[in-house]
């Protein structure tokens, strides 16, 4: 153990994994219907996330025009800062 001054602040992490079985995963919104965590996970754990039809979006009746998180972090990010 090692040794801290008086008035010192330590800072302890502990981190435990577990994983989750897929079948786990799809029941626990119906185990626990008001926890949007396990929501979440339902639907993006299982790597199916969700997507509809962009002729029926907000933007596209709008003509708002959209674009890819590829193609925003192109436009708007300095990539040379990052060298």
């Not at 025009?65 to 060298?83: G, H, L, R, V």
């Amino acid at each position: 153990m090692e040794n801290y001054s008086k008035g010192e602040t330590v800072l302890v992490i502990i981190s435990a994994f577990h994983k989750n079985d897929i079948n786990e995963i799809a029941n626990d919104p119906k185990n626990d219907p008001t926890n949007f965590v396990k929501k979440y996970r339902s639907i993006f754990g299982a790597g199916r996330g969700v997507s509809w039809p962009l002729e029926k979006t907000f933007n596209d009746k709008n003509r708002i025009p959209t674009t890819s998180a590829k193609q925003w972090a192109k436009d708007n990010i300095d990539w040379e800062s990052y060298q």
